[in-house]
């Protein structure tokens, strides 16, 4: 058993929640049991270290099959080693490290695909996984994040999309008007959601939904720039029938992603 928190190996676990040890190991964290469950089903590969405390993998036994079938041995650590690993205030017991395996732009246009997220300048970890998580759960072909997006591999997304990371293709791109030309080549309607833009209801109405589309969703406090705005074919805004004074970017962005999906399908 691993028990001493300031030994090398839990060090060098530990820096995998600062984006600069990431890119110079190509490495990332994935805390908590179902995130871990959901690496294992489906992509075990990836998976290069498996820790846990002897209490959370008895708990979770499940995992031994899935670790076993893998060929990834579980180290044992103590909760304090556990606590230091995590980039989490109370960790759950069990951590993996996975390799990066983020996609090209190109390679997931050449797949024909019909609804896809693009965000640009999304820096909340919690938005951006909930926007993954989200995606996933409506059947969208993949997440393309551009500009100054957050790291696809903070702890904090990764967390957030509770395993979707694992089963949605990701792809970033360097820069917002590059990554729309290739997808309006690609036969794609490039939709940005926007309160400057005309009602859900209105498009829904039309029909302008189930043709293959890509949702443009901006930055939380500042939205897409003008000039962002400008690449869009069009611009939905989604509908505030209450008092509130204003709709979180991740939930707007399930609206917007559910309607398209609503309507691919009805179709």
């Not at 270290?49 to 993998?57: G, M, N, Q, R």
Request: glycine share 6%; proline share 4%; with cysteine.
């Amino acid at each position: 058993m691993i028990d001493n928190p300031r030994s090398p190996r839990v060090r060098a676990v530990a820096k995998l929640a600062k984006r600069e040890a990431r890119s110079e190991t190509g490495l990332f964290l994935v805390e908590g049991p179902q995130a871990v469950a959901e690496a294992f089903a489906f992509r075990p590969e990836l998976l290069v270290d498996l820790f846990a405390t002897p209490t959370a993998w008895e708990k979770h036994s499940g995992l031994a099959a899935s670790a076993q079938s893998a060929g990834v041995e579980v180290e044992f650590v103590s909760e304090h080693v556990l606590d230091a690993m995590a980039d989490t205030v109370t960790p759950q017991g069990i951590i993996a490290v996975s390799r990066q395996f983020l996609r090209s732009v190109d390679d997931i246009l050449a797949e024909g695909p019909r609804l896809i997220a693009l965000l640009e300048e999304v820096r909340d970890p919690g938005n951006a996984g909930t926007i993954i998580r989200s995606a996933d759960a409506a059947g969208a072909d993949a997440v393309i994040l551009t500009g100054r997006s957050v790291d696809v591999y903070n702890p904090k997304v990764v967390r957030a999309t509770t395993g979707s990371l694992f089963h949605m293709p990701l792809a970033r791109g360097s820069d917002l008007e590059s990554v729309v030309d290739r997808v309006r080549a690609s036969g794609l309607t490039v939709i940005a959601a926007d309160v400057k833009g005309e009602d859900l209801l209105r498009a829904r109405t039309e029909g302008a939904l189930s043709a293959p589309t890509a949702w443009l969703f901006g930055n939380e406090a500042r939205g897409l720039t003008d000039e962002h705005f400008s690449l869009a074919d069009r611009a939905i805004r989604v509908p505030i029938y209450g008092h509130a004074e204003s709709m979180n970017l991740a939930t707007a962005a399930a609206v917007c992603l559910y309607e398209s999906a609503f309507a691919q399908r009805s179709r």
